[in-house]
Nanobody
Framework: VQLQASGGGLVQPGGSLRISCAASGRTSSRFVMAWFRQVQGKEREFVAAIMFNGGITDYADSVKGRFTISRDNAKNTGYLQMGSLGPEDTAVYYC???????????????????WGQGTQVTVSS
């Protein structure tokens, strides 16, 4: 399974951005998909996750109400819609996926077998 993240860029504070994660290879609509982010010198941080049918989502407290995770299984693509962005959201964003991730492990990066290469999001005026 290969994951390709895209859509990052420079955005002004208060702005919005949508990043995407395209999956290829032996994909499964039953994968849990997630987004993590990392600032250089810091640990990778959970952002959001979504169950295969989209029925269950989970968000880090820092992004609740501002970010929305979604997926289109027909396109094997996941999305992260980000709003009210602030400088603290600046990071490299990584998409991840795996089967058999139970909900209590959504926020654990070790639960995910497949990772994309990351896309840089910079929030600055």
């Amino acid at each position: 399974v290969q994951l390709q993240a895209s859509g990052g860029g420079l955005v002004q504070p208060g702005g919005s951005l949508r990043i995407s994660c395209a999956a290829s290879g032996r994909t499964s609509s039953r994968f849990v998909m997630a987004w993590f982010r990392q600032v250089q010198g810091k640990e990778r941080e959970f952002v959001a996750a979504i169950m295969f049918n989209g029925g269950i989502t989970d968000y880090a407290d820092s992004v609740k109400g501002r970010f929305t995770i979604s997926r289109d299984n027909a396109k094997n693509t996941g999305y992260l819609q980000m709003g009210s962005l602030g400088p603290e959201d600046t990071a490299v964003y990584y998409c991840a996926a795996s089967q058999l991730v139970i909900r209590s492990n959504f926020q654990s990066h070790s639960a995910y077998a497949y990772w994309g290469q990351g896309t840089q999001v910079t929030v600055s005026s």
